[in-house]
């Protein structure tokens, strides 16, 4: 069983920055593939970013491409979500996903559907 958590929410002005962070409790996962969603009131959960286990290949909306970049550490068994030049519709729980792909390792996941491991979400604020 992979526990995920995140961290690095709060709030922070429009233009600010925030880097989240993702580690998942009780196993490595160095051949999960792991993904950035969120969700804002009302809306749908949607990707963001994602990156293969490899991290070799990388996945981004177009919402936030150039803004935010998506990577990985697998020595410390973190995944990171950097956000640059936040806006205030990037206001969301963020949640971070992990999907075992050994047999895939630059394989991307943008689908909700096709992660299985889910944390509990942290909130990003970004006031106008």
Known sequence: QVQLVESGGGLVQAGGSLRLSCAPSGRT????AMGWFRQAPGKGRECVAAISWNGGNTYYADSV??????????????????????KPEDTAVYY???ESSSAYPSRVYVFRHEYGYWGQGTQVTVSS
């Open 29 to 32: 996962f160095g051949n999960y």
């Open 96 to 98: 971070c996903a992990a």
């Open 65 to 86: 491409k150039g803004r935010f970049t998506v990577s990985r550490d697998n020595a410390k068994n973190t995944v990171y979500l950097q956000m640059n030049s936040l």
